[in-house]
């Protein structure tokens, strides 16, 4: 009899990534996706640890399991994700209700460890990490996510242990996986109807260091290797380190007509001294330089990136430098958070100087300046011709589509025809929102229409 699976994704793209993972193994094992958490058979809630509030969410969410635990002794639950790697038997302690916690690195062994928990009825924690773990090969359900855009993991882990993050702590040292593995997947996806994929990984920018010298394909290599594939119309990859951009992956925006033109290179503060105690390993100065190559191999290109402010020793000029940055920058967008210590990460030991008000000024002041900058970037597309992706028809109103144009940006367009997700359309920008574009179809195409 089929069983129903409720999942709870919480954070990064990678761990979206592992939920429909999760999902296509269970479903090999007679589990049905179930939007209906009171109807479930089983529960899995991936977590997310990189800030404090991603890590409260998960635990409230556990927490509130416990009822319907009580009401259903069968009812399985499973915790996954940063916090389940780093927590373990913590967590084991604080919610007795939870049948397995399970680390990144264990997600493949899902459907044993559901058997094993329903036959024993034993709480589980799997969370060691191996030296030696590598990516099993492994071809998704096209029949589950989005039928036109799919993301593909080509790395796990981080090995650069910037000094706030808990990334190489939870989920492990780099593990690149294997390049055939890689091409197999998005061939498989492309052949299936999908459109755009984005390639995942913690720093992409470092796929290949941790193979053998002679058998390594750097990233570029593997970015123009995937672009080949017949079919593909849209290439996307995320995340980057500044310090590991190369001549070569700019390239790769010269030369890779399906690379999207948008770079997310998170930059986190515009102090050289705060820089290096965040253990970055680039400068001020070297960013600067990354930035002005990209726009050069590329000058429509978006560039979005991560600001942290209030980090340990962050004093009014360093703030004041970080401002300046984006001044220069001019980003599309940006992530930006107060910081807060992240346990094991190192800056645990680091002496916080900045108040928690004087952090809430500060971020206050970085994101209202950013939201006039984005504001100013988007004004600037008013008039220009661009193509978009469709991804759906909005809800609100009949005949107003919605889609992504190379650039990420959302633009939003009135048309008569019937499109479906994937579809490509050319608009001419009308008009700048706060989050969005708006749009009408180009001339030409709006005159055949009528
Ligand atoms: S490069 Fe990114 S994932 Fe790796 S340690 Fe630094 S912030 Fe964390």
Request: charged share 20%; aromatic share 6%.
């Amino acid at each position: 009899m089929l069983k129903n699976l409720f999942i709870e994704t919480i954070g990064c793209q990678m761990n979206m990534r592992d939920s429909e993972i999760m999902l296509q193994l269970l479903k090999e094992s007679g589990y049905l996706p179930c939007p209906d958490l009171a109807a479930a058979d089983a529960v899995i809630v991936n977590t997310c640890s990189i800030r404090g509030k991603a890590e409260q969410k998960a635990y409230s969410f556990i927490g509130s399991l416990r009822r319907l635990k009580e009401e259903n002794p069968d009812l399985i639950i499973a915790v996954a994700g940063c916090v389940a790697q780093q927590e373990g038997e913590k967590m084991r302690l604080r919610m007795p209700h939870v049948d397995i916690i399970l680390g990144p690195q264990s997600i493949y062994q899902l459907p044993d460890l559901f058997q094993q928990v329903a036959h024993e009825r034993q709480g589980i924690i799997a969370t060691s990490q191996s030296q030696d773990f590598a990516i099993p090969s492994f071809l998704p359900d096209l029949k589950n996510g989005l039928a036109h855009k799919r993301f593909v993991t080509i790395m796990q882990g981080c090995n650069n242990y910037c000094t706030y993050c808990i990334v190489p702590y939870t989920r492990g040292r780099e593990v690149s996986r294997r390049q055939e593995d890689i091409l197999a997947e998005v061939q498989h996806l492309v052949a299936g109807g999908v459109r755009e994929i984005t390639l995942l990984g913690q720093n992409v920018n470092s796929y290949g260091n941790d193979q053998p010298r002679s058998e390594r394909t750097s990233f570029p290599e593997l970015l123009r290797q995937v672009a080949a594939v017949p079919g593909l119309v849209r290439l996307r990859f995320t995340t980057s380190n500044p310090k590991d951009l190369s001549p070569a992956l700019m390239a790769c925006f010269q030369d890779l007509a399906n690379l999207c033109h948008h770079f997310h290179l998170p930059v986190q503060s515009g102090a050289n001294g705060v820089l290096a105690k965040m253990n970055r390993k680039y400068t001020v100065e070297e960013y600067m330089a990354q930035v002005l190559g990209l726009r050069q191999a590329c000058p429509d290109i978006s560039l979005t990136t991560d600001i942290i402010v209030g980090f340990p020793g962050e004093t009014v000029a360093d703030f004041q430098a970080t401002m300046d940055l984006m001044e220069k920058v001019r980003y599309d967008s940006a992530f930006s958070f107060k910081y807060s210590s992240r346990p094991p990460a190192k800056s645990c030991g680091f002496e916080e100087t900045v108040s928690d008000q004087e952090k809430v000024r500060r971020l206050a002041i970085l994101q209202n300046r950013q939201q006039e900058i984005t504001e100013e970037r988007h004004q600037e597309w008013v008039g220009k011709t661009m193509e978009v992706m469709i991804e759906g028809e909005s809800k609100m109103a009949n005949g107003q589509w919605s889609g992504r144009s190379s650039q990420n940006l959302i633009v939003n367009f009135h048309s008569p025809a019937i499109y479906s997700p994937g579809d490509l359309e050319t608009v001419t920008i009308t008009e700048s929102c706060l989050n969005s574009l708006r749009a009408e179809l180009k001339l030409e195409e709006t005159l055949k229409n009528d």
